[in-house]
């Protein structure tokens, strides 16, 4: 009894610390679960391209960024796989960002963005860093750890034995306004308990991932991870894009490439992200390193041939944004970020009235009568 106690008050304290807080991540996650979905609808000016009958080369779109840039070259190109939705040309980083917008059949430059401009891009900040850069996204993967804290105190302090179950799921009538909200309390959070662990877990992991992987270090393939051969010299003119890109194609066949990392430098290798259709990652978890200038394949790794401590790993994110299982599991991920909301205003509730219902101490009464009124 005293354990449940002792857990009790962690839970309201640990609650009234970081619940605000947690409220607004799990707004701004819900809002973000639809995040392609509500930029398109918000600027489909740029967002959202008629599809043709094939599309153009990746070295054309390439050059149509350079010359809309002033002769600069992007830092990568983002191929989305939905064939309504431009290519993304992502120039520079941090609050200077740029993101230039392509159409894939035609190669017209069709406008750029700053992510950080638009209301998703804020929303996006807000969710990941708190506004706040490094040292926010810091916070919000200590929030992680809190929401995992909330949810196995808020278990253990509701569980009613395996006799009284089905009265841990009651919401009792007549409906009173501070036994409604102590049951919607209870019952809200038993109910989302799976999806709240699995929030906290994911968030926690994608923010501070070695721990993570100290711990499915006993899953990780016996044989050591190869690292990319250097690229040769950088001598002659480099292949084309089209060229590098035939390549990563023919050595993950049936993968289809997310995003081009282009070299930096003219002795760098170009890095090639793919998705198979079988992998949960929206962006794919397998890559390909070419040489530029010979075309060889530096490197090559199969998110199909990886082992399972790395396949857990990739299923961080798509796991947290309710990417695994369509439309019915986006709706779930909505809905637990909506109830952080409800579980932290009806827990405040709780909390308010709890302290005026505790009596103010009397005073002491003092043993000794009280002095007679001096008639001098």
């Known amino acids: 009894m005293r354990l449940r106690r002792f857990l009790f008050k962690v839970h309201l304290y640990a609650g009234l610390t970081v619940g605000a807080v947690l409220v607004v991540t799990g707004l701004t ?14 600027d489909p000016e740029v967002r959202r391209v008629v599809p043709g009958p094939e599309r153009v080369p990746f070295s054309q779109v390439l050059a149509a960024v350079v010359e809309n840039q002033g002769g600069t070259q992007p830092r990568m190109l983002r191929i989305p796989e939905r064939h309504d939705a431009p ?29 950080s401009d638009s209301v998703v891009g804020i929303v996006r900040d807000l969710h990941i860093r708190l506004l706040a850069g490094k040292a926010g ?19 253990i302090v509701w569980w009613p034995g395996r006799r009284k179950l089905a009265e841990g799921f009651k ?56 690292t990319p051969t250097p690229p040769g010299p950088a001598t002659g003119e480099p292949l084309s894009l089209d060229a590098l890109m035939a390549v990563a194609s023919r050595t993950m066949p049936g993968a289809h490439p997310t995003r081009i990392e282009l070299p930096a430098t003219p002795d760098a290798a170009l ?9 949960p990652h929206p962006n794919g978890m397998s890559f390909v390193f070419v040489d530029r200038h010979s075309g060889a394949v530096l490197y090559a790794e199969s998110a199909l041939k990886a082992s399972a401590a790395s396949r857990l790993m990739a299923l961080r994110y ?50 000794t009568p009280p002095t007679q009124p001096s008639m001098s």
């Open 29 to 42: 996650g819900a809002v973000l679960v639809f995040e392609e979905e509500l930029e398109g609808a918000l």
């Open 87 to 115: 290519i993304e040309a992502w120039m520079g980083g941090g609050r200077d960002a740029v993101k230039v917008y392509v159409n894939p059949y035609t190669a017209q430059v069709l406008g750029s963005r700053n992510p």
């Open 137 to 155: 996204e810091t916070v919000v993967g200590g929030l992680g750890v809190a929401l995992l804290l909330l949810s196995v105190t808020g278990i």
């Open 171 to 226: 919401v009792r009538r007549p409906l009173r306004w501070r036994r409604g909200n102590f049951d919607l309390h209870k019952v809200s959070g038993a109910v989302t308990l799976v999806f709240l662990l699995l929030a906290g877990l994911t968030g926690t992991a994608l923010v501070f991932p070695a721990p993570f992987q100290w711990m499915l270090k006993p899953l990780q393939a016996s044989t050591p991870k190869a």
């Open 271 to 279: 890095k090639v992200r793919m998705r198979f259709p079988q992998e």
């Open 318 to 367: 798509p796991i947290h944004i309710g990417q695994i299982g369509g439309m019915v599991t986006r709706v779930l991920a909505v809905l637990t970020g909506l109830s952080l909301v409800g579980l932290f205003f009806t827990g405040l509730f709780l909390w308010h009235a709890r302290t005026r219902a505790t009596p103010a101490p009397r005073p002491a009464q003092s043993s």
